[in-house]
Structure formats: C-alpha cells, structure tokens
C-alpha cells in the first residue's frame, strides 16, 4: 500500500537549548473512512479520505451510464404504457417480461452508439465523462456486454411473448445503433430516424399483450404520439447543447441553424401536431372526449412555450419547453390508457373478471361523478355531445346512437 505523507505545522515547543521548534505532523491520506481526528498521544494530526464507493455500486454506476438508463427508463415506461393500452385480462408476468426485454434492447442499443461514438463524445462537454471516452471501460469489454444485452432481450422477448415482438425489439437495435447514429455526423434528418426508434416500444408492447397482433389503430396512435413528442422535447435540447454537438461534428438542426429560427419552427410546428392528437383520437373514437379536454389543456400551455421561444430564441425559454416535456409525455400517456376505449369495450363484451381491469374502470366512474359535463347533461339528453364516457357508455348499453 501506498501511504502518502504531507507536513503540517505542528505545535511549537521548546528544544532544550530555549530554542523554539515546531513539531512536524504526518497525515496519512491512505485510511478510508470518511472521518478526521488527532493521536493526542503522538501529536499527529490524522485526515482521512472520503469512503469509496462498493465495487457493486461502482459496476452499476458504470454500466448504467453504458446503456443511458434513464433512456431505458422511457422505452420500459412506453412499451409497459402499450401493454395496458391493449386491455384485460392483465398478465402481469408477460408485461415484466416484455418490459425487461425491451429494456434489454433499448440498454444494447445505447451502448452500441457510445461505442461507435466514442471520439465524438470525448469532444463534447456533457458527454466526455461517459465510459468510454474517459477509459473506464474498454471498446471490447463494452462490444461484449452490448452484445450480450441484445442477445438477452430479443431472446427473453421470444421465449416469453412471440416473435413479433421479438423482431421489433431487433429492428429497434439495429435502427438506432448503425442507422440512426451513423446518420448523425451526416444528415439532418438523423432527428427523423431517432423519432421512429423512439415510437417502437409502444409497439412492442401491444404485440406482446396480443399475440402479436398489430392490426388495431390503438397501438399505432400511440406510437404517433411517442413520434411527435420527441420533435418539441429533442430540438430544445439540442439547441441548449448546439455548441457542444457542433464541438463533437454533428449535423442536427440547431447546429446549421445560427437564428434558431428553423429550430424554433419545427418545435411550434409538431407541438401543433400534438395538439391535434387527443382531439382526433377522441374523434375516431379511440379515446373518451374527457382525453381531448385534458390533452388539451397541456397544450395550450406547450403552445404558449413555443410561441415565446419563437419570439425570443435564449436558452432559457428552450430550457422551458425541454423541461415541460418530461412531465408531458407521461400525463399524455397515462391519459391515453386511462381513457382508451378497450377497457370499457372488454368489460362490456366479456364480462371478464380482472382485478385491473376492475380498479381502472371503478376509478373513471368515481371521476365522472365530478365531471361538469355529466352534471349539466345528464345521461337522458341523448342529443347533447357526448363528451363523457359514462354518456357513451350508457348510449352502447340501451342501443342508443348519435
């Protein structure tokens, strides 16, 4: 062991010719615990470096930054969001399955792309303390678990839900570790790329819920809504980082765009195709007309955000817009599956029992009980608009139809 030794002025004393000498302490840097004190005995003044982290702790730390775990986080969120959205009966050991499986992916997928982006990031500011630029692990040891997450999660998504899923949970590696990060040093549209990536999960999870089956509109409205939420959420972000990525020889939008004007112009424009979303969903009948009501009003604040960024470009108001979408893409999820319409449709065909299923429904009827709608129509005036799923729901129950 190696004990590193400094000198500090001790306490003066006299020698035995009257001569004043100060006593030299040692500190010993090489003792762990994160404490300090003084030997009274030997005079020495003891400091003691902070406690270092456990080696478990330290391999999750590492790893976790290896595959963006917080990007694992929102694909477990979305394709767990597409697996609810799909109805009863809940088979909860599936939905775990499918959730880590696609966390397992979306994990390869991170890594493959720090991998190939290693002399990038190390350029950048925000990212040159990830692993591998800063040499915490190796190109081949991060290769290696990369490949063996990939492996992990297409084959638990195989063995425990079907091979559609499964195939999208390949496609989706391969979509955003080749295509999309190669496409990054190249071309805008690598923004357009990452956002079909990102509208994958949802996908996946609605296929494992149903065999496989794709074929209902449900799941794809989901997916458009993960596809256009990435627009307003990513173009602020990187235009808060444009120094960084143009550090790093990236081609996104911000970077090629000194006005912002473009930057902010395609963030008004997809969160207008946002507020679109909960009212058309409603329309066609997806979701009950409270979603539009709800959806509605977060945009209109998203709205209000991107006009002042529009007229005044600072990071500031790009920080705003950024921040607001990590709170609106799970309001707007958790509204599209506690208003979807295959609850309702299940528990009206079926008649299953499902205990879900059972606490889902029982809580949307104790809310439409202080719904203002319900209070002033009431469920006799058939030809008032139905914006209330319980109107819906007793039209479908008597045969009534608008």
Known sequence: MVRAFSTVPGPINNNKDGEKTTVTAAIDESITPATSGVDTDAGTVIRRAPKQQSWLAAQWKLYSELSKFRLISLVVVTSGAGYICAGSPMDFST????????????????????????????LMKRTQNRPLPAGKISKTGATVFGAAAGISGVSMLLATTNPVTAALGAANIFLYAPIYTYSKRFTELNTWIGSIVGAIPPLMGWAAATGGSLTSPDPWALATLLFLWQFPHFFALSWLHREDYARGNFAMVPVNDITGRRTAHFIQEYSYYLTAFPILTSAMGWTSYMFAVEGTLANIYLLNLTRKFSQDRTNANARRIFLTSLWYLPLLLAGFVFHNRVWQEKKLEEGQEDQFAEALLETREKLKGMCMHEMIVGSETKSAPQLCLKVNADNVSTGYVG
């Open 95 to 122: 939905m775990a399955a499918c959730c880590i499986g696609t966390g397992l992916c979306a994990g390869a997928a991170g890594t493959f792309n720090q991998v190939m982006e290693k002399d990038a990031d190390s």
